[in-house]
């Protein structure tokens, strides 16, 4: 076996999680999997967290807690978890989501039995649920062969996985440079380099994540401020692809985003996409007349993008 591996790390980054912590380290601790450490990083919480986590590591050995007491993102976090883990393969975790009792196992089933040399990344299709743990759509997504895999890359495309369902190969997260620092998109850009260095993401084509959403994950001003971000990141993606020098944010804004021809058409478009998932999430959540509002304004700023999207959720 070209990747056999028997134990992995498990990386989670939370600050005042208070409210879904113990259902996600549950979901964990009673993986079908054991062979890990639960390596758990605390970002200056001041609610209940650190209670919680205490309580949990007396009872099982393998979490080990990190403290950091100057507010560090989600992403470095997570880099801090994984400086300090100790296998070869971590996997992530978010401290407001589950997971099925088999994932970790089906992950790394996967990567014992492939053929590939160069795999880097193994995520799974998962599903959302909401603040009462009800499961309210599927989340499809993300490259389950080569060919999937090369279209994706060929057309610069995201790979468009579900971030915290990873399993990463730790030499390779190092070696394209892991997270960006200070960068709500961090994880994109890592996708990116992971691909460009020559290494295969893969994705399990079963729900083995559950993805919890909040209503401030559908807000238009969250996913606005993601979409201007992801802008940058997809610049200098394109620049190393073709074999250019990357440019700083800096510089970015400047003499790019500043531009009202660059900017106004990206913006335009990132208002159509975010009304359109608020109005799939709204549709969920069984709110319809919030859903068609939010549908028509995503019709009004892009027409082409609102109906191939709705042809994509009904007819595919």
């Known amino acids: 076996m070209i990747n056999k591996i028997k134990n992995i790390s498990i990386i989670m980054s939370v600050k005042n999680g208070e409210k879904f912590l113990g259902r996600a380290i549950e979901s964990i601790l009673n993986q079908t999997f054991i062979n890990f450490e639960f390596i758990i990083v605390n970002n200056d919480s001041n609610d209940g967290t650190s209670k919680i986590l205490q309580s ?7 979490i080990k807690i990190l403290t950091n007491l100057n507010n560090e993102s989600l992403y470095e976090g997570r880099a801090t978890g994984i400086n300090e ?3 070869d393969w971590f996997a992530l975790m978010d401290a407001d989501d589950e997971c099925d009792i088999n994932r970790i196992q089906e992950q790394i089933n996967f990567i014992n039995n492939t053929s590939f040399e160069n795999l880097g990344v193994v995520s799974t299709y998962g599903k959302y649920i909401n603040y009462k743990n ?11 062969n080569i060919k999937a895999f090369d279209k994706m890359n060929s057309k610069n495309e995201s790979f468009s996985i579900i971030d915290p369902s990873i399993v990463v190969n730790k030499n390779i997260f190092f070696k394209v440079g892991g997270y960006l ?19 295969l993401i893969q994705t399990i084509n079963k729900p083995l994540y559950y993805y919890r959403v909040h209503e401030t994950s559908f807000s238009v001003q969250n ?14 993606m394109r620049q190393r692809r073709s074999g250019k020098k990357e440019i700083s944010e800096d510089y970015f804004y400047s003499n790019f985003w500043n531009k009202y021809s660059y900017r106004i058409p990206r913006i335009i478009l990132d208002y159509s996409k975010t009304y359109y998932k608020i109005s799939a999430y709204s549709f969920i959540q069984k709110k319809y007349l919030l859903s068609l509002l939010n549908i028509i304004l995503a019709f009004i700023h892009s027409p082409r993008y609102t109906l191939k999207r709705l042809y994509q959720h009904i007819f595919k």
């Open 223 to 236: 996913s606005m401020k993601q979409c201007e971000i992801t802008h940058f990141l997809n610049y200098n």
């Open 134 to 144: 009800k499961i309210i759509a599927n989340r499809f997504s993300g490259p389950t």
């Open 85 to 87: 883990s100790i296998f």
């Open 181 to 199: 620092n200070n960068n709500i998109a961090a994880d994109i850009d890592l996708f990116y380099k992971i691909a460009e260095k020559g290494f």
């Open 56 to 62: 949990y590591q007396n009872k099982d050995t393998r």
